[in-house]
Structures are given as structure tokens and as C-alpha cells.
């Protein structure tokens, strides 16, 4: 059973880019479908349900996006979406939840997670997340390490003691965090199986964040602690004043490198996947769909490796290999498989063609 | 000075799909633009208008696509532009448009045109156009010969007598027609010099076509004499009856290649182009608007050679080289220019879908 002192802070203030055309400044990855109906940031409140409940559950976005929130959770209540009125990174959207959640219930654990990842294995999923809201309720730091599959050079790592089990439900110490890693590094790293993929999920005592706040980032701590309640009329006009002076950090800078008793869990296989590009959906659905993966109707003739995803369209592919092709009424995608990454700068170049009404 | 008994007759009853998915059996090439604003009917028309003036322009196209060539030439009387009931292929088509006009006009010289070509130096043509007039005037079947830029294994050929000036406009016999040659035999041909491609453009009197006919194609010659004057109220329900049951061929295979005294001209170049697939399109536009060329808004990153056409929408290439990507509203083409002859294919695949909304 869920304790009542569980709050899940499901963090969608992100505006990806990699997922133009289909994502755009208003709706941004965490709020768009890609394998289910569901958008990510409602299979993730889903995923968490039965370990925490709708009402326990807080949401971080931007104003700008607030609303549409709102309306893709209609379960979890509405004061419960906060908007950040500029980005800041992790280190003050969690420490904001923290003080919130802090001053409504002092016994508050938080578990943090990202709004647009894939989880394949929800139950393995819910069962570490139950372990890690132990660890923290023990007044521990608490992060998940997800196993590396492959050398990835895009994700922090992770380094846990020899000998940690994966999927055991016991905390280990964290014995470093590794930035982004070089491709030789991340090699080493896989085969030496103790290290794990930093996924961004946490778990710790709104107390104890605040704590570490106070001693890695004061300025932080300090404007935290001087914003009114909640409730109060005030709150979002002082967090508009204060916000923006908090220093833009990530929590793993901020606080987790730096910290003391820092502990996690080396998950075992929970089918994570941060959906990075859409070269991401390709491999993951090309494993059942075969060789092209069609979102649409369409006709290939002489084409392997594709993925076409152009709702109401008929597409035609003719001799084309590993190509993204993706179609909104107003624009248009089509790039090779191994340039997914590299979307964002098809994104950075509307912006600075100011081309507001395609961002 | 055009003379009075000189007519155009435009050949428009083509549905060539190698322009899908902007080409549809109600839109065909011929009904569309492609360099220009004006339709590459319209513009045959244009080129035409100092030596045939509308009034003396005919137009054969087909049931289904009478009314848009009337409205697409408001100068020519509708009367003039004819719908076959069923494809015959050129002979029959031709044949109709002489028994028309040779029962209006017994001194009637006709000169044949496609409706889906393009000629650059329209000048140049009309200089050609006037010779051949003047050569079918004294009773000759005439052709053109265009100069051949590449050893094309897609068009007949016409053979000239050695030392046939290209541009020259003394009407030349003509030795042999050849039927589309392998690439050995066309690099041969091209290098031989007195060889020029048929651009399927012809000039005769009405009454030695006829004659031809009688000779050649007895059964469709005798169906097209018993027709009734086309002002008659009758004509095209007997034209329903009998179109049908002419033999179904090409003017080559039925008159030319019999025929005595055929002779030609061999073209200087006119910058003839039969664009015949998506590709002749880039290949023409290339070398004046380099690398990419682009029919629509788009942002090109680290791609060459490709040709892209959406009207109304912003489409961004990344990575990709030599792409063909048409969009319209319900369908979108991906392919290689290199595949650009077989887009055919896929309307034929669409076909066999029975995706009649698409074709």
C-alpha cells in the first residue's frame, strides 16, 4: 500500500526539439502520444498510480504549458501543476516541490520523475520505485540506476560498489557520478557492470533536499524559504520575482556529486527508454512491426529501415533506406536515421529564421 | 504569315502517372504546371500561337478530361477540342483529327503536337514548325528530328542521310525509324550524328494522312470516313460506337515506318525536353537554382541534389541526398531521383489497393 507521505513530482517543463515537427514550443514531447494514445506525461501518472495516487500527485511545467497539463491530467488537482515562470533547470524545479510539499506535510518523501520517458515494465518498475521511497523515508538521497544496454555517451553513469545486484531491492552507496562519458569510457563502463544509467529519477525527504540546499546552493535555499504558502494569493507573483535570481544548475551538480550518504538501487531490466529521437521510436517499435515502421498509410517499394509518420496522408517510398519521414499540415520532416539527433538544429534554424509559427 | 490551311492538332488524352502524387488521372502532366505559371498545355499552345492561332488550334483529349482543357484554353472554341471515347494510342487519335478536318478543309495540313513537352527556344521550334508546314503542303509526311543530347534508350530514333544539317530547313528523306535502342546501339547512334530522337511531333495534309490509313489501317480508316460531320448532332454518339473498335496503335508503328516518301527535318537544338519523370524536372531547374532545388519553403542541412515540392509548406531535409520528396494534401512521394521512372509503380501498386482517391 502507498503511504500517505509519498508525493510524486513529475517534472514537464522541458521543450525538446528533437521530435519537429511533431513537437513544437506548446506541445512539447511530454505532452504528445508516440506508441500508445497516451501522451508520455500520462503514462507516466499512470505507470505511478498505484504506488502513488493522482491526488499525491504534483507536476513542475511552464506557464505556457500549464494549461494544456491541466487538461491531460484531469485526475491530479490543479494546484497541484506548478508553472516555473523561466527555466531553471532541475536543481530549483525540485527544490520548489521540495518547499511546497515541505510546508504542507513535514514528513513529505518525494520521488522524482522525468515526464517523457518510457518505462516497457511498469510492475519491475513500481517495485524499485517502492524500495527507493523506503530508502528515503531512512533519510537517505536516493537515485535509480538503470542497467546500460549499450555504450551510450548521451547519459550520466552511475558507479555502484562491485558486486551490486541488479534489481535487488537494497540500497547501495553511490560510490561516484560520471558525466557524460566519451565512447571508449562508456565501453568500459558497460563491461565493467557496475555502473548504471542515470535516468533523472530521485528520491529523498523534502527535508533533507532542503538541507542540501541550504548548503550547496544558499542563494536557492534562501528564496525558497521566503515564498509565501501555496495558498496564499502571492505565491505565483513572489515565484515569478524569485525564480528567475535561483541559480540555472542541475541536481545532479548541485547537489548529488556533492553530497553525503548519496544511496541507490541498480534497477534490473525495466524497459526504460528516454525516447531520444525519433530513431528511439524506430528501434522500439521496429522490433515487432519488421522492417519499416509505418505510422500511416503507406506504400514502400524497395525500402528497409524507414519510419513514416504522417497521420491522414498516404505515403509513397521508392528505393529509400533508414529514413525519417514525418508530416504535419503545416511542415514537413525527412532526414536519415542516424541524423535523428540532429533534428534540433533543423530547429535552430526556423529560430533564427524567426519562424515563430514553426517552433 | 500563317497560312489558312494550317492546323495545329494537340495530343492531350495522356495520364501518365510518373508524376504522382501531383499528377491524377483528372489532373494528368498535361494539366499542370511545371516550370511556369501556365500549364504545359497552355504553354504548347503559347509557343504555338504565331504560326497557329487558337481558331486554328484542334485539341484530342479524352472524356474525362474535356471540360478542364476547355476551361484551361478559352481561346480555342470548344468545339475543337475532341474527347476519344477510349485510349486508341496516336494512330486512330490522329486519324479522327484528319477526317475532321480534311471534311472542313480539303487543303487542311496538319501538324501533330504533345501536349506535355517543353521547348526552351520557342523561336528556334517555330522556325522548324514553318519548314515542315511548307515540306507537308507538297504532299510529304514530315517529322522532326531533335539533335540527341545523351544516348537515350527511352525514344525512338530517325534516321537521316549523311550530312543532314542539323537546323537545316530542307526537308531530308528519311532512311529508317528505330524503335527504342539498347544503350549500346543508342551511344552508337548518337555518336553516328545524322540520328535524331522522334519527339513524336509530325506535319501532313489531312487527305494524304488518309490515304495512308486506307493503305495501312483499313478497318479504323473505314469506321473514321463513315463517321458523321462532326457539326452533327449524331457525331459523337457514333464516335462512342465506333472509336472503340479502331485498331489500337501507334502513328509510328501504323503509317510512318510503311510509308513512302517520309521526310524529316534534324532540329537544331530548341531546348526540347518530353519531362518525362520528376527527375527531368530537377535536371532542368538545377542549373539555374544549384544544389537543391526547391519548390516550396524549406531548410536544407547538409544535403545535395534534392528536389523538393510542397506548396504551402515548410519541409526540412536533413542529411539527405538526391531526394525526390513531393507532397499534396493526401499523399506524400519519397524516392531517389535515380527511381524516378518508376514512381509508376507505385501508382500501379495504389491501383492494385484499389486506392482509386489516389490516382
Given at each position: ?5 509519498h508525493?510524486?513530482?513529475?517534472l ?36 505511478l498510480?498505484?504506488v ?13 504549458l ?6 491531460q491530467?484531469p ?9 516555473e ?31 517523457d520517458?518510457l ?14 521511497y ?15 544496454r ?8 552511475i558507479?555502484?560498489?562491485?558486486g ?24 568500459r ?9 542515470n535516468?533523472?529519477?530521485?528520491f ?19 528564496l525558497?524559504?521566503s515564498?509565501?504558502a ?6 505565483q ?12 544548475i542541475?541536481v545532479d ?18 524497459g526504460?527508454?528516454d525516447?531520444?529521437s ?7 517499435l ?28 498516404m ?5 529509400v533506406?533508414?529514413l525519417i ?11 536519415k536515421r542516424?541524423r ?6 533543423v530547429?535552430?534554424?526556423l ?9
Amino acid at each position: 500500500m502507498a503511504k500517505r507521505n509519498h508525493y510524486g513530482v513529475i517534472l514537464a517543463g522541458g521543450s525538446g526539439t528533437r521530435f519537429w515537427p511533431r513537437s513544437r514550443r506548446r506541445t512539447p514531447k511530454q505532452l504528445l502520444p508516440f506508441l500508445n494514445e497516451a501522451s508520455l506525461i500520462q503514462e507516466t501518472a499512470e505507470r505511478l498510480r498505484p504506488v502513488i495516487p493522482p491526488e499525491r500527485l504534483w507536476v513542475l511545467t511552464n506557464e505556457a504549458l500549464r494549461r494544456r497539463v491541466i487538461r491531460q491530467l484531469p485526475e491530479v488537482p490543479a494546484r497541484q501543476i506548478l508553472a516555473e515562470p523561466v527555466a531553471r533547470n532541475t536543481a530549483p524545479a525540485i527544490g520548489l516541490a521540495a518547499q511546497v510539499l515541505g510546508s504542507i506535510d513535514k514528513d513529505a518523501v518525494l520521488g522524482v520523475f522525468p515526464s517523457d520517458h518510457l518505462v516497457a515494465r511498469p510492475a519491475r518498475f513500481r517495485r524499485l520505485v517502492k524500495a527507493a521511497y523506503r530508502g528515503a523515508e531512512a533519510g537517505r538521497l536516493m537515485v535509480l540506476g538503470i542497467e546500460p544496454r549499450w555504450p551510450e555517451t548521451g547519459y550520466g553513469y552511475i558507479e555502484f560498489p562491485a558486486g551490486t545486484e541488479p534489481g535487488a531491492l537494497t540500497p547501495a552507496p553511490v560510490i561516484r557520478f560520471l558525466e557524460k562519458p566519451d565512447l571508449k569510457t562508456a565501453k568500459r563502463l558497460v563491461r565493467a557492470k557496475r555502473f548504471g544509467w542515470n535516468a533523472g529519477m530521485f528520491f529523498w525527504r523534502a527535508s533533507r533536499f532542503l538541507e542540501e540546499l541550504r548548503q550547496h546552493c544558499p542563494k536557492t535555499a534562501s528564496l525558497l524559504a521566503s515564498l509565501p504558502a501555496l495558498g496564499n494569493r502571492s505565491f505565483q507573483s513572489a515565484l515569478r520575482t524569485s525564480f528567475p535570481r535561483m541559480e540555472s544548475i542541475s541536481v545532479d551538480y548541485a547537489v548529488l556529486e556533492k553530497a553525503e550518504r548519496v544511496h541507490g538501487l541498480a534497477a534490473d531490466d525495466i524497459g526504460w527508454n528516454d525516447l531520444g529521437s525519433w530513431n528511439a521510436v524506430y528501434e522500439l517499435l521496429a522490433r515487432s512491426r519488421g522492417a519499416n515502421v509505418e505510422r500511416s498509410e503507406s506504400v514502400v517499394l524497395d525500402g528497409n529501415g524507414n519510419y513514416v509518420d504522417a497521420p491522414g496522408k498516404m505515403v509513397a517510398l521508392l528505393g529509400v533506406d533508414d529514413l525519417i519521414v514525418v508530416d504535419t499540415p503545416d511542415a514537413l520532416l525527412v532526414t536519415k536515421r542516424e541524423r535523428a539527433q540532429d533534428v534540433r538544429d533543423v530547429v535552430a534554424r526556423l529560430r533564427d529564421l524567426k519562424r515563430e509559427d514553426l517552433l
